[in-house]
């Protein structure tokens, strides 16, 4: 079994219409622009690769090591981003084209004119109880544009970011370095969606394996997976083990986060005493100089 525990509050293994996958999410460092795709896949995948593997990538690290993620600030919204955004579903589980700053790079990647299209499709079908218009008509390539949360990783709580460029591409080369197939994924609490693909799975399959999001989407900081197959007669044996190193896992990181705080605070009252004591060094420092700067006066008799 693999060195990998799930995210919390994910499982490790789901059942699909071709058997049950166990997938293993893979921390990494935090993923900046000219980062190498192949070198993470050396060091975070090789050794642990077996033959059947599939490895599913985050399409936001391909995007930002493309150089495709931009700080908000750096983003000049046009009026027309400004206008479409007061019409966007604000959605808990992510910015989406929710801002003026990601309606601008979605209005970049596809055009303008398939914006207002879209915008003018969703607008006239709602009415309707028609939803996901805009996307339809859009791509994936805008559904794939999104901005900043409160859980995102730092730096990229100021950053919106596009979609990859060539994702399938991208999980080609992949997959010829690797020997594994390879998905680039854009997955969330909401949904699924396959942005690349290379030869050895499917798009359904993929949707499906990754149907509950085991990568998460707040503070892991696991953007890749090694996905597995796993026999039927071997899946609660797997699932015992699972559980039970996650919850040592988890126990440890929890003792070793009130360690640390404890130690804050043991370190910050040490810090407070010294400064008290230097304080009080200091006051009769200075009474004792007064004290000896002191002259008694002349008088006269």
């Known amino acids: 079994m693999l060195p990998f525990i799930p995210n919390k509050g994910k499982n490790l293994i789901i059942k699909t219409d071709e058997g049950y996958f166990a997938r293993y999410p893979v921390k990494t460092h935090v993923v900046m622009s000219g980062d190498s795709l192949p070198e ?9 690769l077996q033959q059947g593997d599939r490895i599913f990538i985050s399409e936001k690290i391909v995007a930002i090591s493309q150089g495709r993620a931009f700080p908000m600030n750096e ?12 019409f966007v579903y604000k959605s808990p589980y992510g910015i989406g084209l929710g801002i003026p700053e990601t309606m601008e790079l979605a209005i970049r990647e596809v055009g303008r004119f398939k914006i207002l299209f879209a915008a003018f499709c969703s607008a006239v079908t709602k009415p309707f109880g028609l939803r996901g218009v805009f996307y339809k008509i859009c791509g ?8 900043p949360c409160d859980y995102t990783l730092p730096p990229y709580n100021h950053y919106a970011k596009m979609a990859p460029d060539r994702p399938d591409e991208v999980a080609d080369r992949l997959m010829q370095q690797t020997g594994c197939p390879v998905v680039v994924i854009d997955a969330n609490d909401l949904g699924v969606e396959v942005l690349g693909l290379s030869e050895g799975t499917t798009i359904p399959l993929a949707k499906q394996i990754f149907a509950d ?3 998460a989407q707040t503070d892991e900081q696991t953007p890749l997976a090694i996905v597995r197959p796993v026999d039927e007669q071997d899946v609660q044996t797997a699932e015992e083990e699972i559980q039970r190193r996650a919850e040592k896992y988890y126990a440890d990181r929890e003792a070793a986060r009130l360690a640390e705080k404890e130690k804050q605070s043991a370190d910050a009252e040490e810090k407070t005493a010294e400064e008290v004591t230097d304080s009080g060094a200091e006051e009769s420092s200075d009474a004792e100089k007064d004290e000896s700067e002191w002259v008694m006066p002349d008088t006269e008799h």
């Open 213 to 215: 999001n085991p990568l």
């Open 140 to 147: 994936p390539k805008a559904r794939a544009v999104d901005g």
């Open 75 to 86: 983003i000049k919204p046009s009026r027309m981003a400004r206008f479409l955004t007061k």
């Open 40 to 48: 993470m896949m050396e060091s975070y995948l090789t050794e642990h």
